[in-house]
């Protein structure tokens, strides 16, 4: 009686996996601007003339907004070279409030994680990026706990930072906190059920480059301790919802969503574990997302492709 | 090649299902009460005592409010006499605030459907009724618009009831409601995408049997165009949610809920006719979920077993 | 209390939506071809100059076989003509086994539903035709039971063709269907649980336009009475699978599947019940994708957009 | 801006979880016998009697095999003694082939996790065990690889057996085995991902005390890789199965199934990244279930209260 097929090799199982080919020389572009006839022709007559071949991509126009969206993901040919094409983009495609970005799929994106005394979603994370899942780099852990009360042994040799939260000192920690992420070349900051008031200036600066993951359903119970508000109002699903962090409080560009079933013999704290894995699941997948350039902003909202 | 099996003869496929075997003279008991020791061996000794064989059987105790809930499904031998078991079920099971019930599983319940232009629930409703799924006599569809407009061949000689809306005249429209619904017998009225507002009076008098189905994942996007509500704000799931009417607008004690997942290319339109899909189905577990005497009230919250 | 916002007026429900303003003059373009570079910016350079404008567009890349996919909805401006882009487009777009076509958003396909007994998916996709959900246009319903067997109202005055099962006779009987088919126009041919034995040489002459229903989670349970199956096997989930017919029985390329959980309680009436839900669901979607050019063919599986 | 409430105190997170409340004195009674009718009421006339009151039960008949099942949670006051319920039991319950069960539910049952190099189910038990979400104690974790190969720092100090397979030995390394689980006095296997032969002979003596994933919706791809075979076929969805061991290979009871959507982009390497997701829920739901005693073995099927 066989269970699976034949075992792997005896290699560490936390060794980085081997990019896949079909990666090699690979890169994506997003692109989003006002829309106008031509652009799709041009954006891939560029990628054409400079040998790029075409393996994925998506195209939106939203007609509420006016904004065209696009992700492409392409390779390069052997002698061609990305800084000729990034060097010629802005030349051959010209649109009103073009916002793009060409990047390396290879490239690993610097990530640093905040988080409180709630672990579940930085240990998740934290293996998967061991394992090799997540096309990340994590340049530091930062947490108003200590190191030994977080318990992570995963953490490892990533730089781990102790911000205490002392009382009237808000501006002095999220001064030192900004610092630490600039500091460490920081390109995503994850909120990994970090638990803490961040000030509308802290927030406004990390737009577009900071993920949180709010422990409800949302536009429902909003605010503090979701699962007892929905244990209360007998709901029969409970969710999670990662989205960027702005300045106004859970009503950032929402990313992914998800839920699961619950039941009257589920207490609080029931709600509360089975949420644990809810918003673990979904913040990674928000994570892994934004790392694969997935996710385009449209105001308020989010283009998913 | 074939696709599945045999065809089956061809009787009219509206023929209602003869009912299954298992369920021949079987009955439901639903009891709630004050919770004490001892119940469940006082309400099954009963039982046994009068021949009675349990099928399935859940028991629920709400920590919280103190309250027992019950649910059997059991057989009586030939002789057995459920009338003497309904008599004798007070003075051998006594405990405070108790309600119960013994419903033979062969009974149909009388059912009356309000519905307005939006005809899909109602169509769903009449579908499932007419091929046997649902275990009701529906006694009666009422509406704002005429039949016509309705324009559902399934209503067939069921009757209908035309009660249009008249500026001032809600008071005298919901006394004629009440009095078509009482004189009908009617043991549950659904209201199966029925936009009429009504007054906290009538709510009142229907409490705990009319279902009401919202075209939102509650407590998100209470009140009106919840599709486009949830369209402005870039959610990326949508639901509906079965509850039964109360007073208190979209806070009714919940049934059942269910979410799909949406993306960034689904315009407020394509939103509703998905949530369509949804409503009927939601709509349709809780209904079969009422006649099938799953239900329970606990408070502002439901026991679904 | 209001149960959602004011009704629509009593025009009746029946009466077709008018088409959607984003798609007038709209077109979709689905092409399929073996990979080269430079095929995302012929296409899209071709439409440009035609005065066309992306809306949506995906493209995909199947490094496994070699062949690249696209689909691209657009616009064409006031006095641009889509004959002309017709024309061109062969001349500009050149690659090897390319298959590319385009068609008006708002053209209506001919769709002939075969059915037997088990009429729900039947009556769910009239439902939804004649609500005006579904972009198409029934040009006939087929089945080896009398109309009259099938009771189902929704028919009205669609052209309905009664072919019994007479032993020994099916070559004759599929010859029949098969004038029937072709004499109608018909683009797509819908098996709705129609449950009766095609040879292979009348599935091969419908490839690519003759979706079937299968009511198991495939590969689980080909064959036939799958909830029987299920039921026997003890698993904790049902499911559906819609896919193009092939010769090869239960092989064809599958469009979408969906599950449901289930428990030990359910028997298998009650899980042909709940089958039927997910049945009619997912046939309807596939029906649905086929109609709004989402799925192309590759090799024995589809690429859904 | 605040994200959630306060933080917690700043205690390990690890910490194991106070027992809550309503569980102290608590027993999960469980059994299973031929059907006859008074069963319940003998049951629970029992437990009243010795003082239990009822917080959750659940009975199911399985017309089919004739066999009744039943799960009890209930509490026991100050005084009362479960050890006179127990000798009371077979005395005033009696029915052909019962087996039956009380447990006190703080008792932490013995369990061993069996892993090969593919980790991912080894790293979240013991995650959720670290965290007090699992109510067992590892007793000891062992592979066919080395321990630095796992890689798991949360292994900790649990007993770690590394048992290298070699060609023509499985006899000898089963009976190592056997010992080993015999002797840390196991009362749980969990084959987490243990991607090894194992004689019948094995399989049969850890009947219903050995549970295994299956990483496909079985009975759909059975064997070895079947992500790969999932690929293959073009399935639009994935999933994985727990399930007890049997001689039988892949054809245990089932206890739980989990699916996700996949698309026509996920290449063979993308499946296995979701399935692990898939797999390591759906295993540590059937483990959770397994010590939370809701699974009653009924032939070749689970009934999962």
């Given at each position: 009686?066989?269970?699976?097929?034949?075992?792997?090799?005896?290699?560490?199982?936390?060794?980085?996996?081997?990019?896949?080919?079909?990666?090699?020389?690979a890169y994506a572009l997003t692109l989003s601007c006002d829309d106008e006839p031509g652009l799709v022709a041009?954006?891939?007559?560029?990628?054409?003339?400079?040998?790029?071949?075409?393996?994925?991509?998506?195209?939106?126009?939203?007609?509420?907004?006016?904004?065209?969206?696009?992700?492409?993901?392409?390779?390069?040919?052997?002698?061609?070279?990305?800084?000729?094409?990034?060097?010629?983009?802005?030349?051959?495609?010209?649109?009103?409030?073009?916002?793009?970005?060409?990047?390396?799929?290879?490239?690993?994106?610097?990530?640093?994680?905040?988080?409180?005394?709630?672990?579940?979603?930085?240990?998740?994370?934290?293996?998967?990026?061991?394992?090799?899942?997540?096309?990340?780099?994590?340049?530091?852990?930062?947490?108003?706990?200590?190191?030994?009360?977080?318990?992570?042994?995963?953490?490892?040799?990533?730089?781990?930072?102790?911000?205490?939260?002392?009382?009237?000192?808000?501006?002095?920690?999220?001064?030192?906190?900004?610092?630490?992420?600039?500091?460490?070349?920081?390109?995503?900051?994850?909120?990994?059920?970090?638990?803490?008031?961040?000030?509308?200036?802290?927030?406004?600066?990390?737009?577009?480059?900071?993920?949180?993951?709010?422990?409800?359903?949302?536009?429902?119970?909003?605010?503090a301790r979701p699962y007892h508000q929905a244990y209360d109002r007998g709901v029969k699903m409970i969710g999670?919802?990662?989205?960027?962090?702005?300045?106004?409080?859970?009503?950032?560009?929402?990313?992914?969503?998800?839920?699961?079933?619950?039941?009257?013999?589920?207490?609080?704290?029931?709600?509360?574990?089975?949420?644990?894995?809810?918003?673990?699941?979904?913040?990674?997948?928000?994570?892994?997302?934004?790392?694969?350039?997935?996710?385009?902003?449209?105001?308020?909202?989010?283009?998913?492709?």
């Amino acid at each position: 009686m066989a269970y699976g097929g034949p075992s792997s090799p005896t290699a560490s199982a936390f060794a980085r996996e081997p990019y896949p080919a079909r990666t090699r020389h690979a890169y994506a572009l997003t692109l989003s601007c006002d829309d106008e006839p031509g652009l799709v022709a041009a954006v891939t007559g560029t990628l054409a003339r400079h040998g790029g071949n075409i393996l994925e991509a998506q195209q939106f126009d939203d007609l509420d907004s006016g904004r065209f969206f696009m992700r492409v993901l392409f390779e390069l040919g052997q002698g061609a070279g990305v800084q000729d094409l990034i060097r010629d983009f802005p030349q051959t495609v010209a649109a009103r409030h073009m916002h793009w970005r060409i990047r390396a799929r290879s490239e690993r994106r610097r990530v640093m994680i905040l988080a409180s005394a709630q672990n579940h979603c930085l240990a998740d994370l934290l293996y998967r990026y061991r394992v090799g899942e997540m096309n990340m780099e994590v340049v530091g852990v930062l947490s108003n706990h200590p190191r030994d009360a977080l318990d992570i042994p995963l953490i490892g040799d990533i730089p781990f930072h102790h911000l205490p939260i002392e009382p009237g000192q808000r501006d002095r920690q999220e001064a030192r906190m900004m610092r630490l992420i600039e500091d460490a070349g920081t390109e995503l900051v994850v909120l990994a059920r970090y638990m803490q008031i961040l000030s509308d200036g802290f927030a406004a600066q990390l737009e577009g480059r900071c993920i949180n993951i709010h422990h409800s359903f949302l536009p429902g119970f909003k605010g503090a301790r979701p699962y007892h508000q929905a244990y209360d109002r007998g709901v029969k699903m409970i969710g999670a919802t990662a989205h960027y962090v702005t300045a106004d409080l859970d009503e950032g560009p929402i990313i992914i969503q998800e839920v699961e079933p619950i039941s009257h013999a589920d207490t609080p704290d029931e709600l509360v574990r089975k949420g644990r894995d809810i918003e673990r699941r979904v913040l990674a997948r928000a994570v892994r997302h934004h790392l694969d350039d997935r996710i385009l902003l449209n105001g308020r909202k989010t283009v998913v492709f």
